[in-house]
């Protein structure tokens, strides 16, 4: 992971701290688009280069400018490889890329691995996505209640027809903002520093929790956590249509294809609801609870409400309840005002809740060690790229920002101790992560943390909700679940099965609104 960081651009000596232009951004990375809860996904071949091209020329797409009223829909578009190379996009441009999207979420048996894409999640038994099936582009279609056919009609006029060819549609359903598993999702999320204030320190001093991160780990062409700039595609200002993108803040006289831009991994994953209802009936009987008690352990939130298990804290955390109106702020410290120093035992939220390792949170090594030890750890050089801040607890620089949508008709707890009938529709999510590095933000936080069988000094475990189960070196069985108790041993639960597979993916480049016009006017080999 530390070879990314090593190739990134570091900060001029006097940084711009210019405001964004949302008028460049593509709606997505600023807003969920929580009120339009229709929405689909159109998986596109490029039919005809020069028509897909007059098409994105004109393409409604939405930005990031905050506008009164609302707006009642949305267009979103981003591209793979495979499709920026189908637009006739200079190879030389091309190449600018980072090595995880030119290569693909399925292109790298090794990657693969690493991801837990393996055995039932491999590529070979996906839908779409896996080599010779990846797709030139996604049109993200958002639209509020009973306007998505409408504005699907509209988008998809003379010029798109014309241009492209639609090989897969992702259909969404709206479950009233919980999950298919039945948890209210999209809860914790981090807090982009679209104002620019954020300053960060390099020396391994920075290490509180917190929610605030910069926009650079977000949107490429601004500084990151490392204080660096992630390396994107920069153009010579005599490049064909390079003269409307916008100037490159750590390379004077250089035109930046990337600013305000970002690469979406998406991900179709089923979820075998049924399977995890039945599954944690039984095994809450087992371990003689009652209720939700083992489904809440899975997950570290409470079923209703979506409380953590683990303490809330005394003092306020930078950026959480830092936006929205009243009520929504007082929300997010109730559901977010939490780390795991009270909970260093995890007797609360257990080590391998699925929340605890989407966001560890407490950004020191387990335990969060103090004083002379913590002062050796940093003497000893283990800081920016080193040990210290790549182990579980490095937060900060492994944030992804979700976007996810569910499919599929949503299934009660009660509804789901009943055996499948006849024709029983697929349920599951359609993931996705914003982010500037794909490897150091998704692929660390899938393999190391979800993925990972050794988080938190864990043996035979993956993440309970999201972990494939197969064997991996060292571990055989990584189909348990431990819960540690007070002055006890542990409770364990085994023989876990698979509750999500991988149905299909790709990773995306999602640009700004001037690198769309660019894309839709370059041409050459």
């Known amino acids: 992971m530390g070879s990314a960081v090593l190739k990134e651009q570091t ?149 798109f027809q014309q241009g492209f ?69 920069l153009l010579d200002a005599s490049d064909p249509a390079s003269e409307e993108l916008p100037d490159a803040e750590d390379e004077p006289g250089k035109k930046d294809l990337g600013k305000n831009g970002s690469y979406a991994v998406i991900r179709q994953l089923r979820q075998d609801v049924r399977a995890f209802w039945q599954y944690v009936d039984e095994a809450t ?3 003689h609870e009652t209720g939700f008690v083992v489904a809440e352990a899975m997950v570290g939130r409470e079923l209703e409400g979506g409380a953590p298990l683990a303490p809330l804290c005394a003092h306020s ?27 260093a035992d995890g007797t609360h939220c257990p080590f391998g809740a699925h929340i605890r390792r989407g966001n560890p ?64 529709p697929e349920r599951g999510l359609h993931f996705i992560a914003l982010n500037a590095n794909i490897e150091r933000q998704f692929e660390f936080a899938q393999n190391a943390w979800i993925a990972g069988t050794k988080f938190d000094g864990l043996t035979e475990e993956s993440d309970p909700l999201l972990g494939n189960r197969a064997p991996v070196e060292g571990d055989p069985f990584t189909n348990s679940f431990s819960m540690p108790q007070a002055g006890k041993l542990r409770r364990r639960i085994l023989e876990m099965p698979q509750f999500t597979t991988m149905r299909g993916g790709a990773y995306f480049f999602l640009p700004g609104i001037r690198a769309l016009k660019y894309l839709a006017e370059a041409k050459g080999a």
């Open 285 to 287: 009987r087992a371990v």
């Open 11 to 159: 900060l001029p000596s006097a940084p711009n701290h210019a405001p964004v232009d949302y008028a460049d951004v593509q709606g997505i990375l600023r807003y969920g688009f929580a009120q339009m809860t229709e929405a689909v996904y159109l998986l596109l071949n490029v039919r005809d280069a020069e028509a897909a091209r007059t098409w994105l020329a004109q393409a409604p797409v939405s930005t990031a400018l905050e506008r009164s009223p609302a707006p009642s829909t949305a267009l979103q578009v981003a591209f793979t490889r495979q499709g920026l190379e189908a637009l006739e996009v200079p190879a030389h441009v091309i190449s600018g890329f980072s090595p995880e999207f030119l290569s693909g979420i399925a292109g790298d048996a090794n990657r693969s691995r690493r991801l837990g894409d393996v055995g039932a999640n491999a590529p070979s038994a996906w839908e779409w996505g896996a080599p010779g099936r990846v797709p030139h582009l996604v049109a993200m279609l958002f639209a509020e209640p009973g306007m998505l056919d409408g504005w699907m009609r509209s988008v998809r006029g003379a010029w």
């Open 361 to 424: 949170r407490t950004a020191d090594l387990p335990g969060n060690p103090s004083g002379i030890v913590s002062e050796l750890i940093h003497q000893l050089g283990f800081g920016e790229t080193n040990l210290h801040e790549d182990l579980a607890a490095s937060v900060r620089f492994h944030r992804i920002l979700r976007r996810g949508r569910e499919y599929g008709p949503g299934l009660s707890p009660g509804e789901a101790m009943q055996p499948a009938p006849p024709g029983d």
């Open 165 to 233: 060819i639609e090989i897969g549609r992702l259909n969404t359903s709206n479950l009233g903002g919980r999950e298919h598993f039945g948890f209210i999702d999209g809860i914790s999320q981090p807090l982009p520093d679209w104002n620019r204030t954020r300053t960060v320190t390099v020396n391994g001093s920075q290490l509180q929790y917190g929610n605030l991160v910069c926009l650079g780990e977000f949107l490429l062409g601004y500084p990151n956590e490392y204080n660096r700039y992630t390396d994107r595609p």
């Open 317 to 343: 955390i930078a950026g959480v309840g830092a936006s929205g109106s009243a009520s929504k702020r007082e929300q997010d410290v109730r559901l977010n005002q939490f780390d795991y120093t009270a909970d």
